[in-house]
C-alpha cells in the first residue's frame, strides 16, 4: 500500500477540496454507505477518495436509514460492490433487514457487505456473519482509514472473484442454453443470425457482428467468394451478398485473414472468431464497443467448440434440404418447393393478380435421344438461365418435370406473349444452336377462394394437357369447366377400374354373316360396360380411358381369354368353324409380352389359331407402325387371322396397307348407312375393289337395310355384319340365336 495510505486517523476535513476523478468514461465500483449519521458519509467518501483498485476508481451511493437503503439497492443493486452498513438507525436491526432485503428478497449474493456499529451489543457477530454472509463487522470506533482500505480493497477482489465464477457459470449455461437452440436451427441464415445473438448474449454486449464464409453452394452461386450468411445490426441488409458488398475494406481484410490463418482475431473494437468443423469453416465478425475481458474469451472458446458441430450439421442439413426441394441440374425450385411457392403465394395474394404457368419444351426426348443426354442438361440449364433473364424477381421459377418449367408472378408479366417471346431465340447447347417451342398451360390465382398450391399446379397442368390438344394455338389458361370434365373422367376411370375388378364388364356377341349364303360364319366380340341403372356406357366413352389409364391392357387380355373360352363352348355345341373378332389398341402392342399371351391362350383352350382374328384401326397402326407389324406378323405365322377396321376413315392407309399381314378389309359403316336407291357408293365400292385385288377377304359394317345388303353384293363384298342380320347380344342370347338360324335355314 503506498504512503498516502498509512495514517491510521481518519481524517475530518471542513472543506470540500478534493477534486473528484471524472470517470463517466470508465467502469467504476459501486460502494453504497448506509449510515443515518450525514457525517459518517462525508468521513467515508473522503477517506476512500482517490482509491482505484484494479484500474477502477470508486462511485459513492448514499441512503440514510434501511428504508432509503431498500430503495437504492431496488435501482442500482446489481451494481453494487460493497455495502458499507450501519446495523442501528431507524430501528435496532434496521441494517440487518437491509441485508436480509438484499440477499433473500433480491437474490443478491455477489454484493458484500461490511457492517459497522458503534452499538455491538445489538448484533453478535458470529451470528450474523453465519446467517447473512456478513464480508466484515467492524466498530465504528477501530475502522481506522488504513483499516477501511484494507477492508474495501480486500472486499473488492471478493466481489470480483465471485463475479467471475458467477458469470462464468452463466456463460456456461448460456452457452449450454443456446448451443441447443442453435442446433434445433435447420437454416443456414437462421443458424447464423443466432450465433452473432448468442454471442452478443454471452458477453454481455450489444454487438453488431457478421458470419461470413465460402458458401457459393450454399446459395446457389457458382464461384468462391466469400459472402455474409447471417447477421445482426445494421449488417442485416447484405445477408446472401459478397462481403465485398459491405464496402468496408477492414471488415474485408480481417475476416480474409482469419480464414486464411485459421484463426482468431482480436482488435481494439472488433473481433474476428474462426469457426470450424470437418471443413465446413466460417468467420464471425463482432463489432464491440470495447475490448472483451480474457473471461469472455475464454466463454467463447467453449462456445464457438460446443457449436462448431451444430454449423456442420446446419450445413449437411441445407444440402439435403436442398436435395429435395432444388432441381439439382437448373438449381431452380423443384416440383416439391414450388408447390410450396405456391402455397405461399395463394395465403398472401392481396393486392396482385398472380398467374401461375408451365412451360413445356416440345419433342425434348428427341433432342436427348439425337444428341445425348449431356447436351440434353446443357440446354436445360440454357432454359433456366434464358428464363431468369427474361423474368425479373417478382417471377419465381421452377423445374416441375424433366422438361417442364413453372413460373409464378403478375399476371401481367406471366402471359403467353411473353412466354413465347423469351423462345424467340435460339438455344446454344455446347457446339449445338436450335431453336425449341414450347406449349404453356396457364391458371390465374383467384384472390377471393383460396386453394392449396398442389391444387394451383394441378389446375395449371390440366390447363397445360388442354393446350397440348387445342390446334392453332401452343396455350390454355385454365377454366372450371375443364376441371370438371377431368375431374369426371377421373371418377369414371376409377369406377371403370373397381367394376373390372368385381366382374361386372359384359362381352356381347354381333353375328357376321357370309352374304351370299347368309350364313353365320362367325361374330364380334363388343364391349360392354353396365351403368348400374339398366343402361350401358358407351364404349366410345370408356375405351378411351381404359387406354389412357393403361388399364386396355388388363382389359383386352380378359376379352381375349373371354373369346377363347366361348369358342371352346361352341365347339362343344356344334359350332367348331365359328370364328370370333377382337379389337385390339395399341397399348396392347406396346406390352412385350402380348404376343405370347395370345399364343398361350390359343394353346391352353386348344383352339386353331385361324378361330381368333385380331380387328386394328388405321389409328393403331399410325401410331406405332413397326411394333404393330412385326407382332401382327409373327402372329399371322401362328394362324391368327388380322382384319383392318374402319377402312378408309384414316389418312394414311396407303402406305402401310400392303406392309400389314392382312386377311379383312372392313368397310366402315360410315360409307355404308347412305346406300339406297339411287345413292352412290363410290367410296364403299373402291375399298371393296382393292380389297379383291389384293386378294383380301372384305366384310361391310352397318348393314341395317336389305338394299344395303343387295348393293354390297352387287359390289363383290364377301360378309357383312349389322342389325339386318343380328344386334350385338349376350352369349346365351347368341347360342339361342345360333340354333333359331339353323332352324329357318335347314
Not at 450474523?128 to 480486500?154: F, G, H, P, Q, W
Not at 406390352?591 to 380387328?615: A, C, G, I, Q
Not at 396397307?657 to 366402315?668: I, T
Request: net charge negative.
Amino acid at each position: 500500500m503506498s504512503a498516502e495510505y498509512d495514517n491510521d486517523e481518519l481524517v475530518f476535513l471542513d472543506e470540500d477540496s478534493h477534486q473528484e476523478l471524472d470517470d463517466k468514461n470508465k467502469r467504476q465500483w459501486n460502494i453504497l454507505i448506509v449510515d443515518d449519521d450525514e457525517e459518517i458519509h462525508t468521513v467515508t467518501k473522503l477517506a476512500l477518495s482517490g482509491l482505484v483498485v484494479h484500474d477502477r476508481t470508486l462511485n459513492f451511493l448514499h441512503a440514510n436509514s434501511g428504508k432509503q437503503a431498500k430503495e437504492v439497492l431496488d435501482e442500482h443493486g446489481r451494481d453494487v460492490a460493497i455495502l458499507l452498513l450501519d446495523v442501528v438507525m431507524e430501528t435496532d436491526d434496521a441494517g440487518l433487514t437491509v441485508v436480509e432485503y438484499l440477499r433473500e428478497t433480491l437474490k443478491l449474493h455477489e454484493p458484500r457487505i461490511i457492517l459497522r456499529t458503534g452499538q455491538p451489543g445489538f448484533a453478535p457477530e458470529e451470528q450474523i456473519i453465519k446467517t447473512y454472509d456478513i464480508n466484515d463487522y467492524k466498530m465504528k470506533t477501530e475502522l481506522t482509514r488504513a483499516k477501511l482500505l484494507t477492508t474495501v480493497i480486500s472486499s473488492i477482489r471478493s466481489y470480483q472473484q465471485i463475479l467471475t465464477i458467477n458469470q462464468s457459470r452463466l456463460g456456461l449455461q448460456k452457452i449450454i442454453h443456446s448451443s441447443a437452440n442453435l442446433l434445433e436451427e435447420h437454416s443456414i441464415k437462421g443458424f447464423c443470425e443466432g450465433i452473432v445473438t448468442q454471442i452478443s448474449s454471452l458477453i454481455g454486449l450489444e454487438a453488431e457482428g457478421i458470419v461470413c464464409a465460402r458458401a457459393g453452394s450454399v446459395l446457389d452461386r457458382e464461384d468462391d467468394g466469400v459472402y455474409v450468411l447471417g447477421a445482426a445490426g445494421d449488417y442485416a441488409p447484405y445477408i446472401n451478398e459478397r462481403i465485398e458488398e459491405l464496402h468496408n475494406e477492414l471488415i474485408v481484410e480481417n475476416v480474409s485473414r482469419c480464414l486464411r490463418k485459421k484463426e482468431h482475431i482480436f482488435k481494439e473494437g472488433m473481433s474476428i472468431l474462426y469457426l470450424n468443423s470437418s471443413g465446413f469453416e466460417a468467420a464471425v465478425y463482432l463489432n464491440l464497443s470495447h475490448d472483451i475481458s480474457d473471461l469472455d474469451r475464454q466463454l467463447l472458446e467453449v462456445f464457438l467448440t460446443s457449436i462448431s458441430v451444430g454449423y456442420e450439421n446446419v450445413y449437411l442439413f441445407h444440402e439435403l434440404r436442398n436435395a429435395a426441394f432444388r432441381d439439382w441440374l437448373t438449381r431452380l425450385p423443384n416440383r416439391n418447393e414450388f408447390i410450396k411457392i405456391l402455397d405461399m403465394q395463394s395465403k398472401v395474394n392481396q393486392n396482385t393478380q398472380l398467374c401461375a404457368a408451365l412451360v413445356d419444351v416440345n419433342q425434348f426426348s428427341d433432342i436427348n435421344d439425337g444428341l445425348g443426354q449431356e447436351t440434353g442438361n446443357e440446354l436445360l440449364k440454357a432454359v433456366a438461365n434464358r428464363l431468369n433473364e427474361s423474368f425479373g424477381a417478382d417471377v419465381q421459377k421452377g423445374r416441375i418435370a424433366a422438361d417442364v418449367f413453372g413460373l409464378l408472378g403478375p399476371a401481367n408479366v406471366v402471359t403467353p406473349d411473353k412466354i413465347n417471346a423469351a423462345f424467340q431465340q435460339p438455344f446454344t447447347a455446347d457446339d449445338h444452336t436450335m431453336p425449341l417451342n414450347v406449349t404453356i398451360g396457364l391458371c390465374e390465382l383467384d384472390d377471393k377462394n383460396k386453394v392449396l398450391g398442389v391444387d394451383l399446379l394441378k389446375r395449371t397442368n390440366i390447363a397445360l394437357n388442354r393446350a397440348k390438344k387445342v390446334p392453332n394455338t401452343n396455350y390454355e389458361y385454365f377454366a372450371p369447366e375443364i376441371e370438371e370434365q377431368t375431374t369426371w373422367r377421373l371418377h369414371l376411370i376409377r369406377r371403370l377400374r373397381s367394376d373390372f375388378a368385381n366382374r361386372k364388364l359384359e362381352l356381347w356377341s354381333q353375328p357376321q354373316i357370309e352374304l351370299a349364303s347368309e350364313k353365320v360364319i362367325g361374330m364380334e366380340g363388343l364391349l360392354r360396360w353396365p351403368d348400374g341403372n339398366g343402361g350401358y356406357i358407351s364404349p366410345a366413352e370408356f375405351v378411351p380411358l381404359a387406354e389412357y389409364s393403361g388399364l386396355i391392357v388388363d382389359i383386352g387380355h380378359w376379352v381375349l381369354e373371354e373369346s377363347c373360352r366361348r369358342l371352346q363352348e361352341l365347339k362343344k355345341l356344334g359350332y367348331p368353324h365359328l370364328r370370333v373378332a377382337v379389337n385390339v389398341s395399341i397399348p396392347q402392342f406396346r406390352d412385350p409380352e402380348f404376343v405370347n399371351k395370345v399364343k398361350r391362350l390359343l394353346t391352353e383352350y386348344n383352339l386353331p389359331p385361324s378361330l381368333l382374328e385380331l380387328e386394328i384401326t388405321e389409328s393403331v397402326v399410325m401410331d406405332e407402325p413397326q411394333i404393330v407389324i412385326d407382332a401382327l406378323t409373327d402372329l399371322k405365322e401362328f394362324g391368327v387371322t388380322i382384319a383392318i377396321d374402319d377402312f378408309g376413315t384414316g389418312f394414311s392407309s396407303m402406305s402401310y396397307l400392303q406392309k400389314l399381314p392382312l386377311h379383312r378389309l372392313k368397310v366402315d359403316r360410315s360409307f355404308v348407312k347412305d346406300i339406297g336407291v339411287g345413292e352412290s357408293a363410290l367410296i364403299a365400292e373402291t375399298i371393296v375393289t382393292l380389297g379383291n385385288k389384293l386378294g383380301l377377304v372384305t366384310i361391310a359394317e352397318g348393314i341395317e337395310k336389305r338394299e344395303q345388303a343387295n348393293h354390297m353384293i352387287k359390289l363383290g363384298c364377301d360378309e357383312a355384319q349389322g342389325y339386318l342380320f343380328g344386334k350385338p347380344m349376350p352369349f346365351n342370347e347368341l347360342i339361342a340365336f345360333l340354333a333359331e338360324h339353323d332352324a329357318n335355314n335347314g
